[in-house]
């Protein structure tokens, strides 16, 4: 079953419905209530970065901070599999592997672990519409533009 829209992301993207909106449904305030688990160093600066952009498109809200946090430590094991990949392994795919019946060649697990990481991060990042994807159904209204005209409430006799 395909998981339920947020409101707040149907709302952005126009096709909200009154009919089918939950009158009860919770409305937290839009705040960053900072990290709820300790992160590493790559994490702190990623969530340092897209806060104030999920913020400022009016997405996350105080009731969000422990799913930055998992897409934080997310990309922050992405990116350390994929140095480790470059660094360490030279980007090798494989290695030799001798058993009694012969040579064999293995894929390093390290490549798997780094596809299941980024397979994770797109999930998490498809849910706070942050990929081209899932980006073009939002409509995010911008806030911060102000209208500078002082005129434009007169009307023309």
Same mark, same amino acid.
């Given at each position: 079953?395909?998981?339920?829209?947020?409101?707040?992301?149907?709302?952005?993207?126009?096709? @909200?419905?009154?009919?089918?909106?939950?009158? =009860? !449904?919770?409305? #937290?305030?839009? /705040? &960053?209530?900072?990290?709820?688990?300790?992160?590493?160093?790559?994490?702190?600066?990623?969530?340092?970065?897209?806060?104030? @952009?999920?913020?400022?498109?009016?997405?996350? =809200? !105080?009731?969000? #901070?422990?799913? /930055? &946090?998992?897409?934080?430590?997310?990309?922050?094991?992405?990116?350390?599999?994929?140095?480790?990949?470059?660094?360490?392994?030279?980007?090798?795919?494989?290695?030799?592997?001798?058993?009694?019946?012969?040579?064999?060649?293995?894929?390093?697990?390290?490549?798997?672990?780094?596809?299941?990481?980024?397979?994770?991060?797109?999930?998490?990042?498809?849910?706070?519409?942050?990929?081209?994807?899932?980006?073009?159904?939002?409509?995010?209204?911008?806030?911060?533009?102000?209208?500078?005209?002082?005129?434009?409430?007169?009307?023309?006799?």
């Amino acid at each position: 079953m395909r998981p339920r829209k947020p409101t707040q992301t149907k709302k952005l993207s126009g096709t @909200l419905r009154k009919s089918r909106v939950n009158v =009860s !449904e919770p409305s #937290p305030d839009m /705040i &960053d209530t900072g990290p709820m688990i300790e992160l590493d160093d790559v994490a702190k600066k990623y969530r340092a970065y897209v806060v104030p @952009l999920l913020e400022k498109v009016g997405i996350m =809200s !105080e009731l969000d #901070p422990s799913e /930055i &946090d998992i897409l934080c430590a997310t990309y922050s094991e992405w990116v350390r599999l994929d140095k480790y990949i470059r660094e360490e392994l030279k980007n090798a795919s494989s290695y030799e592997h001798y058993t009694q019946a012969g040579m064999s060649y293995k894929a390093y697990p390290e490549y798997k672990l780094r596809a299941d990481a980024a397979n994770r991060l797109h999930k998490i990042l498809t849910e706070f519409g942050m990929t081209p994807a899932s980006r073009s159904k939002v409509n995010a209204n911008k806030t911060d533009k102000k209208d500078d005209n002082p005129f434009k409430s007169l009307k023309v006799v």
